[in-house]
């Protein structure tokens, strides 16, 4: 009898020790997670800002000089008809140039998360990429506050971001909705389209270069 109590004994602590570890390597997990999310969201947070004081700066400065050549050579009367056509042109695409890397700057750093907050956010990034695609959008906000922790923010936009980002480009959708839906303890984010729909079950391998089934 005392062996099998002490047996039992044993395998109590032993499983003890078992959930501890399985704890403490769960919370190991959560806090890598939350830095490995940290530390991208500053990177691109360091590149959006060199975007913008670089590049774009130099962009605008090309495109506003191109302007000014353009309108010098017509002051001067200059009738080389393919010169002005090639300037025109030139002018153009750093104009477009510029609007690339400025929508670039916004997937980057959605200023609009520091700004305005996770749910607004979400639903002001939804309506601006879907309906500039002719996809309607029907959003939905139950029970949630105005901010949230950054990673909580930051990984429910992310999440957005990518998924919306699918719907433009995979699923030939004519309407779309958003339900967010929070309580205490947690947010559920429910994205839908009305498109052609995948099956889920036949995404299983991830890319090695990252893209995807990343979702
Ligand atoms: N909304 C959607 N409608 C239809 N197919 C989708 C949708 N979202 C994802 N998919 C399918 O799932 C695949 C994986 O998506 P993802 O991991 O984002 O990779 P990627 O967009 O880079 O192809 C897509 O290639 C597409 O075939
Ligand atoms: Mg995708």
């Not at 605008?60 to 191109?66: E, G, K, P, Q």
Request: hydrophobic share 40%; proline share 2%.
């Amino acid at each position: 009898l005392l062996n099998s109590i002490g047996y039992q004994i044993g395998t109590a602590i032993e499983q003890t020790r078992l959930y501890d570890r399985l704890a403490m390597a769960g919370e190991r997990y959560q806090a890598l997670l939350r830095h490995a999310l940290t530390a991208q969201e500053e990177e691109r947070k360091r590149i959006a800002r060199e975007l913008h004081d670089e590049t774009s700066q130099s962009l605008t400065s090309l495109a506003l000089s191109l302007q000014a050549t353009i309108g010098m050579a017509e002051m001067r009367g200059i009738e080389d008809g393919d010169l002005m056509e090639r300037l025109r042109k030139t002018h153009a695409n750093a104009v477009h140039a510029g609007n690339e890397i400025v929508k670039l700057m916004k997937e980057l750093r959605p200023t609009l998360l520091d700004e305005l907050g996770m749910p607004t956010a979400i639903r002001r990034y939804a309506k601006d990429t879907l309906e500039a695609q002719g996809i309607n959008i029907s959003t939905e906000v139950i029970g949630v506050e105005e901010r949230y922790q950054p990673e909580v923010e930051v990984s429910l936009f992310r999440i957005a971001q990518g998924v919306i980002g699918n719907i433009v480009e995979h699923s030939e959708a004519k309407n779309a909705s958003i339900k967010l839906e929070c309580d205490a303890n947690a947010c559920v984010l429910r994205i839908e389209d009305d498109g052609k729909g995948f099956d889920v079950k036949r995404l299983t391998r991830v890319d090695p270069s990252g893209r995807g089934a990343g979702l």
